[in-house]
Every structure is written in C-alpha cells, then in structure tokens.
T-cell receptor, first 113, second 113 residues
C-alpha cells in the first residue's frame, strides 16, 4: 500500500506567476484535502475534493483552485502568486468523505520571490 | 469559535520524562480530535485520535486525555525519547463532511538525552 505522494518537492516562482501542485492519494482513498502551512504555523485548510467536485473550502481566495481526477489524484492551482503564498502545501487523503482520519503527504515547499 | 488553542509553544524535557501538550476549543460541534507529529521537512503523521465519548485513549507511549465539559484535551508522551523530538499539532473537526481539520499552532518538543 503506497502512501500519499506529492510533486514537486520544492518549487521557486516569482510574483504574479501561476503554479500547479500534484497529489496522488493513498491507495483506496477517494477524498483529497489540501492545506497551506506557513513557517512555524499549523496547517490551514484550503479545500477538499470528493468525486471530482469541491466538497468544502476554507478562507482562501478564488485564485486557489483545484481538480480531482477519476483515479482520485488531485491538483492545486494557484494563480497570480503573491509573496505570502510561500509555504508548505500539504495534500491529505481519506478513505471516504465520511471518514475524518486524514493521512498527509510530504508536502511541496513553494517559495515566491 | 473555529479556533483550537495549543500550549505550550515549546517544551524541553529530559529523556524518560512525560511531556504534556494541551489544547482547548470552543466549538461544541467538534467530535473528532487527532494529534499529528511533524518532523522538519516532512508532512504531519497521525499519532492518535479521540472522540468525545471517551475520556482517555492510549496507543503505545502516547495517551490522549479528554475533558468534554472543559472543552480541553491533552497529549501525554510516556518515557519520552530523543527520537520524539518533533513538532506536535492537535486538531479538531466535526461531522459536517467538509474535511476541514482545524489545527492548533503547534508545540516544538525537544527531548534531551
């Protein structure tokens, strides 16, 4: 059984650019959530995807968007990058939308210059 | 009301000691409380979780104590080891199926040999 994987591990972008981060959920898991973790802070919920649709969203602007594919993998897209978007982006998968237990991937470290 | 407050911010104990990390919440709809361990450069790893219908749960050297009336819960690490040195996060969520874990600010634990 493979765990949650994310790519790339690190990324450097400049302000105003767009970025796409990818996540493969744990085997058998159909629900994916994305979190942003600023340095020294706890993760902040961005949104959750279930059956290829957004199932819940935190306090993030529309320039943060996502996709989920039929194989349950997911993408996080961020447009018009700002310096404050620099953070560790974490993907977490769960067995189903009714299952609260979430298993996190290693994250993608994004630096916006 | 959506916050989870965690203390202390940092903690230093000797090997074999019992560090205790505390969390408090306001939202009485929360019904699932996990603890995560995070090492530098890694994603959070689920340690142990509890629901409000029990007052204590043990898994190996990790114990959660839960006080529903006070809306507080804590993590105890028995016989702590230098390998336990990490950042610990408490979290909470409700059964609304939006997948939103609310995290505390984290506690950095150092276990000295």
């Amino acid at each position: 059984e493979t765990g949650v994987t994310q790519s790339p591990t690190h990324l450097i972008k400049t302000r105003g650019q767009q970025v796409t981060l990818r996540c493969s959920s744990q085997s058998g898991h159909n629900t994916v959530s994305w979190y942003q973790q600023a340095l020294g802070q706890g993760p902040q919920f961005i949104f959750q995807y279930y059956r290829e649709e957004e199932n819940g969203r935190g306090n993030f602007p529309p320039r943060f968007s996502g996709l989920q594919f039929p194989n349950y993998s997911s993408e996080l897209n961020v447009n018009a990058l700002e310096l404050d978007d620099s953070a560790l982006y974490l993907c977490a998968s769960s067995l189903s939308v009714a299952e609260e237990t979430q298993y996190f991937g290693p994250g993608t470290r994004l630096l916006v210059l | 009301q959506q916050q989870v407050k965690q203390s202390p911010q940092s903690l230093i104990v000797q090997k074999g000691g019992i560090p205790i990390i505390n969390c408090a919440y306001e939202n009485t709809a929360f019904d699932y409380f996990p603890w995560y361990q995070q090492f530098p450069g890694k994603g959070p790893a689920l340690l142990i979780a509890i629901r409000p219908d029990v007052s204590e749960k043990k898994e190996g050297r990790f114990t959660i104590s839960f006080n529903k009336s006070a809306k507080q819960f804590s993590l105890h690490i028995m016989d702590s080891q230098p390998g336990d040195s990490a950042t610990y996060f408490c979290a909470a969520t409700d059964s609304s199926n939006t997948g939103k874990l609310i995290f505390g600010q984290g506690t950095t634990l150092q276990v000295k040999p």
